[in-house]
C-alpha cells in the first residue's frame, strides 16, 4: 500500500515537471503562451544591478511583445546627460555627437551645435577633415560679396562677428577676415559646396541685424609714422571679489570662475554679459605728436555713458569733468616699437581709484589695456583688441 502511494506521487510529480517544462518551452518559443513573470524574466538581464532590456537575438519578439504591452518589466529609463549637456560627454561620445557621415565621410552635425562648438574649443578633430576653399572658389566669394550693397556686406560681417567668425572692424570691405570668416561658417554648417549666395542667406538668417549702421565721425591726421587707428575689442579678462571671468581670442567661448567652480558662456552670452560696457563697439586711437587720445562714437551722445551714469549718481559736472579727464590725450612714450602710457583713475566716476595702463604695438597693430583697481574694493580689468588704419 505504501508502495503504491509512493508511485503515485512520483508519477504527480513527474507530470508537474513535464508541464512546467512544456510550459517553459513553450513560452521560450512564443511570448503569448507567457506568464507575466517568465515574459519579464526571458525579456530583460540584469547589468550593474539594474534590469535592462535583453539585446539578445532570441529575446527580441519577446522585448518587442511586452514593450507593446506597455510593460517596464523594472526597466528603467536611464538618460544621458551628454545628450543634453556637452560638457558631461566623454571624448568619444562628445565626437560621435558632434559629427554625422556624408558619403562615408565624418563631417560636423549643425543638428548639435553646441557639441560642436565644445569639440573645437578643445581643438578635436573628430576624423573630420577640413575642406579647402581652391582660388576659384574664394575669387567667386569676393566677387559676389563685392556686387552687394555697403549695408549688405556690413549687414554680413556683423552676423558672423554675432556667431563668433569674425572679430574685425565692420566696414564692408572685403579682406582675409571676412574671407576666412565665411569660409569657417561655411565648414562649420556644411554648406561649403552651396554657391556664395546661398551661404550668404544661411549667414543672414542666423541673426536679427540692423537695417543701418552709423558711419563713426572720424577726422584722421596723418603724424609722421602715426595716424588713426580703428579697434575691435577680441579679448578680455577681469578679475572681483574672488570671480573671474574670461573670453578666449575672437570672444567665441568664455568662462566664469567662482568659489562654487566654472560656468562656461558661448559667444552669445558673452555679449549679453559685456553689453552695459560696449566692449563690442569699434573705437580708435589718435595719434598725433606725442600724445593720444581714445575716441568711441558712443561719446558723440550728449548724455554721458550709461555705465558711468549707473556707477555715480553725484554731480554730473565734477562727473563729466572726471570723463573729459579720462578720454583726453596722453602724453606716451615709444620703446621697441611699442608705445605707452598711463593715467590715474578718479574716484569721481563711480567704480574706484586706481591706475590704467595702455600699450599699443606698432607692428603687430594690437592694443591692449591693464585697469587696477584699488579702493574701496579691488577688481582688474585686461582688455585686448585688434587695430586698423
Not at 549666395?197 to 540692423?210: A, C, G, Q, T
Not at 560696457?277 to 600724445?291: A, H, Q, V, W
Not at 581709484?353 to 591692449?368: C, D, I, K, P, R
Request: net charge positive.
Amino acid at each position: 500500500m505504501i508502495r503504491v502511494a509512493f508511485q503515485t506521487c512520483l508519477t504527480v510529480l513527474a507530470l508537474l515537471f513535464s508541464a512546467s517544462v512544456t510550459m517553459a518551452a513553450e513560452c521560450a518559443d512564443d511570448p503569448n503562451e507567457c506568464t507575466p513573470k517568465k515574459l519579464c524574466e526571458v525579456a530583460t538581464n540584469l547589468k550593474g544591478g539594474n534590469a535592462v532590456w535583453s539585446t539578445a537575438s532570441r529575446s527580441a519578439k519577446h522585448v518587442t511583445y511586452a514593450q507593446g504591452l506597455g510593460m517596464s518589466c523594472g526597466v528603467v529609463a536611464i538618460v544621458d546627460l551628454c545628450d543634453t549637456d556637452p560638457n558631461e560627454c566623454q571624448i568619444t561620445q562628445l565626437c560621435e555627437k558632434a559629427t554625422k557621415s556624408d558619403k562615408g565621410q565624418a563631417v560636423w552635425n549643425s543638428a548639435a551645435q553646441g557639441h560642436v562648438n565644445l569639440a573645437k574649443e578643445y581643438e578635436l578633430a573628430c576624423n573630420v577633415k577640413a575642406k579647402t576653399t581652391s582660388v576659384n572658389q574664394s575669387a567667386e566669394l569676393k566677387k559676389v560679396f563685392n556686387s552687394l550693397s555697403a549695408l549688405e556686406r556690413k549687414q554680413m560681417q556683423y552676423a558672423l562677428k554675432n556667431l563668433g567668425f569674425y572679430s574685425s572692424g565692420i566696414d564692408g570691405l572685403w579682406g582675409k577676415g571676412t574671407r576666412s570668416a565665411i569660409v569657417n561658417y561655411a565648414q562649420s554648417n556644411g554648406v561649403v559646396d552651396n554657391s556664395p549666395n546661398s551661404v550668404f542667406r544661411s549667414i543672414i538668417s542666423k541673426v536679427d541685424v540692423p537695417s543701418s549702421f552709423a558711419a563713426p565721425k572720424r577726422v584722421v591726421t596723418q603724424t609722421g609714422p602715426f595716424t588713426e587707428h580703428v579697434c575691435t575689442t577680441n579679448k578680455f579678462y577681469m578679475k572681483s571679489g574672488g570671480v573671474e571671468f574670461t573670453t578666449n581670442e575672437g570672444m567665441t567661448a568664455g568662462t566664469l570662475i567662482t568659489s562654487d567652480g566654472l560656468i562656461r558662456f558661448n559667444s552669445k552670452e558673452i555679449k549679453e554679459t559685456t553689453k552695459a560696457f560696449d566692449f563690442i563697439t569699434p573705437y580708435s586711437l589718435k595719434f598725433s605728436g606725442n600724445k593720444v587720445s581714445y575716441y568711441n562714437p558712443l561719446m558723440d551722445q550728449e548724455e554721458l555713458p550709461k555705465p558711468l551714469q549707473s556707477a555715480n549718481s553725484g554731480d554730473n559736472t565734477k562727473l563729466k569733468r572726471a570723463f573729459d579727464e579720462v578720454i583726453g590725450p596722453k602724453t606716451f612714450n615709444i620703446k621697441n616699437n611699442v608705445t605707452s602710457w598711463k593715467q590715474k583713475f578718479p574716484t569721481e566716476l563711480g567704480f574706484g581709484s586706481g591706475t590704467a595702463a595702455h600699450t599699443f604695438n606698432l607692428t603687430t597693430h594690437q592694443y591692449v589695456l591693464r585697469l587696477k583697481i584699488k579702493k574701496p574694493d579691488e577688481w582688474e580689468l585686461k582688455l585686448w583688441a585688434t587695430c586698423d588704419l
